[in-house]
Nanobody, 114 residues
């Protein structure tokens, strides 16, 4: 399974971005998918996750601002990010589980700055 993330970029505080991550290769039976982020000098942290049956969970710092969704027919997971703050600046990684194995995308940089 290969994961291709896209949609990162530079945005002003208060702005919005949508990240996408498409799975290819052998995407059948992909289970939970999610987004993580890693800021410079920090550990990678979970931002949001979604099960195959659309149950979601969010980090407290993004709850109410970010929305995770997925399209199982397209094997794609999305992260809609609103009211972005400088603290959201990080490399965002998508992941997907197939059985007990986690696959990771290459990361996309989100910079929130004026």
């Amino acid at each position: 399974v290969q994961l291709q993330a896209s949609g990162g970029g530079l945005v002003q505080p208060g702005g919005s971005l949508t990240l996408s991550c498409a799975a290819s290769g052998s995407p059948f039976s992909i289970g939970a998918m999610g987004w993580y982020r890693q800021a410079p000098g920090e550990q990678r942290e979970l931002v949001a996750g979604i099960t195959r049956y659309y149950t979601t969970n969010y980090a407290g710092s993004v709850k109410g601002r970010f929305t995770i969704s997925r399209d199982n027919a397209k094997n794609t997971v999305y992260l809609q990010m609103n009211s972005l703050e400088p603290e959201d600046t990080a490399v965002y990684y998508c992941n997907a589980y197939k059985g007990d194995y986690a696959y990771w995308g290459q990361g996309t940089l989100v910079t929130v700055s004026s």
